[in-house]
């Protein structure tokens, strides 16, 4: 994969302003963009997507200094996290400035804002000069694309252009901190973590993740799901269930980073490395995987919950149809 030329850039920055959709890679995932100030062109993002209108976008902005255009009120604790991690996987939710469309913000009084840190979305972000709104670029609630060929796998041709940045660094969606009330909450879980969030602002962040007051679809439930129904496992009981499922009769696959040695014959095997951040890299391709297989049942070990394993377990609880922390759902895929 080379990366793209600058006429092409160019050319994707015009597609923007003609009011069109370019689909482009972050650090986190492959993002579906369109002019964040034209509600017109947003409203081709819900429709490309099947996502439901009332959901916020984050805005792309290609550098910090450009938060007053979109945000009404900038705290010191945002300046602060900005200088710490941007370009990067953080968004921020901010009190909105009132010009910003409420197709962006889905009504909401708060706008979600983050610079990404990949060098094509910079390029584009500064060709275009403007915010990009841009969701994950794939059909709603599915599994977040994170190389080109997911995209076109996705959406075909409801995007009018598709930059190939190679595949994503992270993997896995950028952590989102809510900063519009008193108190810094987060609000989705990702490489960023709370102990990161902590150490620059001094102070504890709370945390809202499976809080169904707040609207965030990336925390519904039952997102980030493949088609495979998945069975979350420790790595102890891994080998038992997956075993169980196939004398069931069921196309099961096993994802994990070691391979039991119990496992019985016929059952795919999804390998992830043992590092969590390169868990993080792999996990959406192994989902899409299983899919591709035809498997019926995926058997995911949980990762320990420190650093982005954290992040992890809520991707996986999520495709389990487990993202509000109940213990038993029955079908992860509705
Ligand atoms: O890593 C990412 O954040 C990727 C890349 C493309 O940047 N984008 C992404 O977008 O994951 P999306 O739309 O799939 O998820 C964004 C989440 C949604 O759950 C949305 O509800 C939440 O951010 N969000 C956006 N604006 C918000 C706001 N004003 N208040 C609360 N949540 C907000
Ligand atoms: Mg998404």
């Given at each position: 994969?080379?990366?793209?030329?600058?006429?092409?850039?160019?050319?994707?920055?015009?597609?923007?302003?003609?009011?069109?959709?370019?689909?482009?890679?972050?650090?986190?995932?492959?993002?579906?963009?369109?002019?964040?100030?034209?509600?017109?062109?947003?409203?081709?993002?819900?429709?490309?997507?099947?996502?439901?209108?009332?959901?916020?976008?984050?805005?792309?902005?290609?550098?910090?200094?450009?938060?007053?255009?979109?945000?009404?009120?900038?705290?010191?604790?945002?300046?602060?996290?900005?200088?710490?991690?941007?370009?990067?996987?953080?968004?921020?939710?901010?009190?909105?400035?009132?010009?910003?469309?409420?197709?962006?913000?889905?009504?909401?009084?708060?706008?979600?804002?983050?610079?990404?840190?990949h060098s094509v979305a910079l390029a584009l972000l500064r060709a275009f000069g403007g915010?990009?709104?841009?969701?994950?670029?794939?059909?709603?609630g599915r599994v977040s694309p994170t190389c080109a060929a997911h995209v076109r796998e996705?959406?075909?041709?409801?995007?009018?252009?598709?930059?190939?940045?190679?595949?994503?660094?992270?993997?896995?969606?950028?952590?989102?901190?809510?900063?519009?009330?008193?108190?810094?909450?987060?609000?989705?879980?990702?490489?960023?973590?709370?102990?990161?969030?902590?150490?620059?602002?001094?102070?504890?962040?709370?945390?809202?993740?499976?809080?169904?007051?707040?609207?965030?679809?990336?925390?519904?439930?039952?997102?980030?799901?493949?088609?495979?129904?998945?069975?979350?496992?420790?790595?102890?009981?891994?080998?038992?269930?997956?075993?169980?499922?196939?004398?069931?009769?069921?196309?099961?696959?096993?994802?994990?980073?070691?391979?039991?040695?119990?496992?019985?014959?016929?059952?795919?095997?999804?390998?992830?490395?043992?590092?969590?951040?390169?868990?993080?890299?792999?996990?959406?391709?192994?989902?899409?995987?299983?899919?591709?297989?035809?498997?019926e049942v995926v058997v995911a070990v949980l990762p320990e919950d420190r650093g982005i394993?954290?992040?992890?377990?809520?991707?996986?609880?999520?495709?389990?149809?487990?993202?509000?922390?109940?213990?038993?759902?029955?079908?992860?895929?509705?």
């Open positions: 994969m080379s990366a793209p030329s600058a006429s092409e850039i160019a050319a994707a920055a015009a597609v923007l302003r003609g009011g069109g959709l370019v689909a482009f890679p972050t650090e986190t995932v492959y993002g579906l963009g369109a002019n964040a100030r034209d509600p017109v062109a947003v409203a081709k993002i819900f429709a490309a997507k099947g996502r439901p209108a009332d959901h916020p976008l984050i805005v792309h902005l290609g550098a910090a200094d450009q938060l007053d255009q979109w945000a009404a009120v900038v705290p010191e604790a945002a300046r602060r996290l900005a200088a710490a991690f941007w370009p990067g996987p953080l968004a921020m939710v901010l009190p909105r400035r009132p010009e910003v469309p409420d197709a962006v913000t889905g009504g909401f009084d708060t706008v979600g804002l983050r610079v990404p840190g915010g990009i709104a841009a969701p994950s670029a794939n059909r709603y996705e959406l075909g041709d409801r995007v009018d252009h598709v930059l190939d940045g190679g595949r994503c660094d992270v993997g896995i969606e950028s952590t989102i901190v809510d900063l519009s009330g008193d108190v810094p909450r987060l609000l989705r879980p990702g490489a960023v973590t709370a102990a990161d969030l902590e150490r620059v602002l001094g102070h504890p962040v709370e945390t809202a993740v499976g809080d169904a007051a707040t609207p965030a679809p990336g925390r519904k439930p039952s997102h980030y799901a493949p088609l495979a129904r998945v069975v979350l496992a420790t790595a102890g009981d891994a080998a038992r269930t997956a075993n169980a499922w196939r004398a069931r009769g069921a196309r099961v696959g096993l994802m994990a980073a070691a391979r039991p040695e119990a496992l019985e014959p016929g059952i795919d095997w999804l390998a992830l490395p043992a590092d969590p951040a390169a868990q993080a890299h792999e996990l959406y391709q192994r989902l899409r995987d299983a899919d591709a297989h035809g498997l394993g954290h992040a992890l377990r809520d991707r996986l609880r999520r495709a389990a149809g487990q993202g509000d922390g109940r213990p038993d759902v029955a079908d992860a895929r509705h």
